[in-house]
């Protein structure tokens, strides 16, 4: 696999745009954090409020300066907003494989298609463009809309790991680990992501 963190990867369709991370770009989303703190139930440490917001949004970008993390603004293009984030992570070139996931969008935009056009770029550059063989998801055991997401767009189960992680008030939770291959993505998975939202439009 191909990966580099150094490049500015920019994935987009006639509905969104995906672009790496700026500091400038708090501003444009911090208001997703002030006033819905509901989208923030499942994420590690949460980020519900200015001053969590500020933090869950700068160690974002502490982690793609240390090439850990390469997380994306999103841009819906009908509605002329940036409406959420999303990254690539655990990144092995080695072992061509990464995971998708920190992934969030504001309550208007969350059941629109949105997260199914984002997902379809997202993982078509990393099998059809930096090779690799394996995409990995992950998610709260107890975040049921997460899970039928990433179900829905051809994610298998691969199983629970107990005591894995944090919720946003710093619970212990399990999480469950899902996984695309490239194999599932080009026989079977993409044209049927493709169809969904076809339909969904």
């Not at 708090?26 to 208001?31: D, G, Y």
């Not at 700068?58 to 090439?67: F, G, H, N, R």
């Given at each position: 696999m191909?990966?580099d963190f150094?490049e500015?990867y920019?994935?987009?369709?006639?509905y969104?745009?995906?672009?790496p991370?700026?500091?400038a770009?708090k501003?444009?989303?911090?208001n997703?954090?002030?006033?819905e703190?509901?989208i923030w139930?499942?994420?590690?440490?949460?980020?519900?409020?200015?001053e969590?917001?500020?933090?869950?949004?700068?160690?974002?970008?502490?982690?793609?300066?240390?090439?850990?993390?390469?997380?994306f603004?999103?841009?819906d293009k009908?509605?002329g907003?940036?409406?959420g984030?999303?990254?690539f992570y655990e990144?092995?070139?080695?072992?061509?494989?990464?995971d998708?996931?920190?992934?969030?969008?504001?309550?208007?935009?969350?059941?629109?298609?949105?997260?199914?056009?984002c997902k379809?770029?997202l993982l078509?550059?990393?099998f059809?463009k930096?090779g690799?063989i394996?995409v990995?998801?992950?998610a709260n055991?107890?975040n049921e809309?997460?899970?039928?997401?990433?179900k829905s767009?051809g994610c298998k189960?691969?199983?629970?790991?107990?005591n894995?992680?944090?919720?946003?008030?710093?619970?212990v939770?399990?999480s469950?680990?899902?996984s695309i291959l490239?194999?599932e993505w080009?026989?079977n998975?993409?044209e049927a992501l493709?169809?969904?939202?076809e339909n969904?439009?």
């Amino acid at each position: 696999m191909n990966f580099d963190f150094t490049e500015e990867y920019i994935l987009d369709n006639d509905y969104v745009l995906l672009r790496p991370l700026e500091v400038a770009d708090k501003e444009l989303i911090i208001n997703y954090g002030i006033t819905e703190p509901e989208i923030w139930r499942y994420n590690v440490n949460g980020g519900d409020g200015k001053e969590k917001f500020e933090i869950y949004f700068d160690t974002a970008i502490k982690l793609l300066k240390e090439k850990n993390h390469y997380p994306f603004i999103i841009f819906d293009k009908r509605s002329g907003q940036y409406i959420g984030m999303t990254r690539f992570y655990e990144v092995s070139n080695e072992f061509s494989r990464l995971d998708i996931g920190y992934t969030w969008y504001g309550k208007n935009f969350q059941g629109t298609g949105i997260n199914k056009m984002c997902k379809f770029l997202l993982l078509e550059f990393a099998f059809e463009k930096l090779g690799a063989i394996r995409v990995g998801f992950g998610a709260n055991s107890k975040n049921e809309r997460s899970i039928n997401a990433m179900k829905s767009i051809g994610c298998k189960v691969e199983g629970i790991l107990r005591n894995y992680s944090k919720d946003a008030d710093g619970n212990v939770i399990d999480s469950i680990k899902l996984s695309i291959l490239k194999e599932e993505w080009v026989g079977n998975v993409k044209e049927a992501l493709k169809n969904k939202i076809e339909n969904k439009l």
